[in-house]
């Protein structure tokens, strides 16, 4: 099947045809018309063009701002399932820092009831202690008092043995004197200046002279 070419009749040929045709129109007005009709479609078109460049624009903005959006909305996405990640990571850890608290918690308490039952004890027995500690004290005031009179005593007896002490010292020196006078009148007599011995048997002085067991030298004047 062959293609035929066929010519489309002109639009001006036809208006021609009208101005032959002797309906009475004017071709200046047919023309006009035409006019018309072209600038109509013109802003037509302009119109649609604008549109078509404002609706390009405006796809091309959204889909530029729904890519961005995306992209906002999948870092924060990630950032969130990190900070998820780490909430996660963190409960776990305060889940084993508080077992391990628990388990400190109930030896701490262990620790606690046995470190009261030892101070309940030690309690007792400070009780214990101050009652003997006052009880020590109470004697020891007593002998105390005991002490004080016994240093009054002492110093009385003191006091009595410098008097005895003065006495026998007193009595000696009689009773050497007594001694010597009786030696010198029994033991000298008929020995002046000669040295004799003596000996003191019970109430009697028994003289020698010479030197003999148990007796005591004596010088005669």
């Known amino acids: 099947m062959k293609y ?9 040929k036809e208006v ?22 072209a600038n109509n479609k013109t802003v037509i078109a302009t119109v649609f063009i604008v549109v078509g460049i404002f609706a390009l624009y405006s796809i091309t903005t959204a889909v530029t701002g729904y890519y961005a959006y995306q992209e906002d909305l999948e870092n924060e996405l990630n950032q969130t399932k990190q900070d998820l990640a780490n909430a996660k990571a ?12 628990s388990s400190e918690k109930v030896t701490y308490l262990t ?17 214990d202690y101050k009652r003997e500690w006052n009880d020590c004290k109470d004697e020891i005031d007593a002998m105390n008092d005991d002490l004080n009179e016994c240093e009054e005593d002492r110093d009385e007896y003191k006091d009595k043995w410098d008097d005895c ?41 028994l003289c020698a002279t010479n030197q003999t067991s148990g007796y005591s030298s004596y010088n005669c004047p």
Not at 93 to 101: I, M
Not at 113 to 124: H, N, P, R
């Open 111 to 127: 620790e606690l009831s046995d470190t009261k039952g030892f101070l309940e004890a030690c309690e007792e027995d400070r009780d």
């Open 16 to 37: 021609a045809k009208v101005q032959k045709s002797g309906s009475g129109e004017d071709l200046d007005l047919i023309l006009e018309k035409l006019r018309r009709i």
């Open 165 to 205: 002490r003065d006495d026998k010292e007193a009595l000696q020196n009689e009773y050497n004197s007594l001694r010597n006078n009786y030696i010198e009148d029994k033991c000298c007599a008929g020995f002046p200046g000669q040295t004799i011995y003596w000996k003191l048997s019970g109430q009697e002085i």
């Open 4 to 12: 035929r070419y066929r010519a489309k009749r002109s639009k001006f």
């Open 90 to 101: 963190l409960q776990e850890q305060c889940k084993k820092d508080l077992t391990t608290c």
